[in-house]
């Protein structure tokens, strides 16, 4: 199962190549969370989490960066 979620990561970043670079960031994201909570669910787990929206992500991703 796994390689199939590769896949599909792979394709759909192949896909969104024609985008701007924070479309396809931001699906690559998204793609990502969407593969956590489903594995999350199989597994069957209590605590699967609060999704983190992708501004918020990347809102945390930018305080964090050292400033030039």
Not at 20 to 39: G, H, I, P
């Amino acid at each position: 199962m796994p390689n199939c979620v590769r896949v599909l990561c792979l394709a759909i970043v192949a896909l969104t190549a024609g985008c701007s670079t924070d479309t396809a960031k931001r699906t690559a994201y998204e793609t990502l969370q969407n593969v956590r909570r489903q594995e999350c669910l199989k597994n069957l787990s209590s605590d699967c989490g609060k999704r983190e929206s992708y501004e918020d992500y990347e809102r945390k991703r930018k305080e964090l960066e050292p400033t030039k």
